[in-house]
């Protein structure tokens, strides 16, 4: 075992490596997210190699603008930290090459005013590649909703992805088929199957009672996403509305998005 493994750190050094300051280090303690390895007889907290990578997870999951208590979540879902940091890796570097794109295209702005010469549309907005559903959902459900919801995301393997998208077709089969055998919205199948939706949200973010039924009107509002689920069956949308009106006032609460049973 290396030496670096077997010692420790105190309070005092780890908040001058990280430059986390030590009141936050505590806090991170208090509420459970990063615990030190011992404290010792003067009352002090020590710190080993396991809890400095963890801090460098969370303070990379900060970065991604996700709050503490969803840091938690997305550190104790992922039990291997070389998959979880491989992941990181590879969102920062997308991220890397996607701010790359976008400073050639200011550059290239720059350098056509300098000159003179006109640039057109198409060139004015080249790589920005922005995610057109991003605004509203700010405009929704706040900036840190879609922070969460992008940083959750970015944490995620590929399968992981691709499984993500496999359920959302799942879910709609299984409401199609209630849907098809008349079943109401309260029934306990449908409810089974609005139940799954919610936990798929969940992967992106966690609306509460009302926030869930605001998506659930979005679905019927919206011809985008109404058509994404009256693809499957005609009038799908409208259903899952209805089935989320009765799991959000049965299941939920109305601040925090925690299931009641």
């Not at 750190?9 to 430059?19: G, P, T, Y």
């Not at 003179?116 to 900036?143: C, H, L, V």
């Not at 590929?158 to 799942?170: N, R």
């Not at 992106?204 to 869930?212: E, I, K, L, N, V």
Request: hydrophobic fraction near 40%; include cysteine; charge should be negative.
């Amino acid at each position: 075992m290396k030496q670096e493994e077997l010692r420790s750190w105190s309070i005092a050094e780890v908040a001058k490596l990280s430059r986390v300051s030590s009141r936050t280090l505590r806090h991170y303690d208090q509420v459970g997210l990063l615990p030190p390895a011992y404290t010792g007889h003067n009352g002090y907290r020590y710190y080993t190699q396991p809890e400095l990578l963890r801090l460098q997870r969370i303070l990379l999951l900060r970065e991604l603008g996700l709050g503490l208590e969803t840091i938690g979540q997305v550190l104790d879902g992922q039990a291997d930290q070389l998959d979880a940091l491989s992941v990181h890796r590879k969102w920062l570097l997308a991220e890397r090459d996607r701010l790359d794109r976008m400073a050639r295209t200011v550059g290239a702005t720059i350098s056509a005013l300098q000159q003179g010469d006109a640039m057109s549309g198409e060139e004015i907005f080249k790589d920005f590649d922005t995610n057109p559903y991003e605004e509203e959902a700010r405009q929704r459900w706040g900036d840190q909703a879609v922070a969460d919801s992008k940083a959750r995301h970015a944490a995620l393997s590929a399968a992981d992805k691709q499984a993500f998208m496999a359920e959302a077709g799942a879910i709609n089969e299984e409401l199609a088929r209630c849907l098809a055998a008349g079943l109401p919205a309260d029934d306990a199948r449908v409810q089974a199957a609005v139940e799954r939706h919610y936990r798929w949200i969940c992967v992106s973010w966690t609306p509460d009672a009302d926030s869930y039924v605001g998506l659930g009107r979005m679905y019927v509002e919206d011809p985008r996403f109404t058509a994404f689920y009256d693809n499957s069956r005609a009038g799908l949308a409208a259903y899952l509305l209805e089935g989320i009106k009765v799991y959000a006032a049965s299941r939920l609460s109305s601040a925090g998005g925690q299931s009641t049973a």
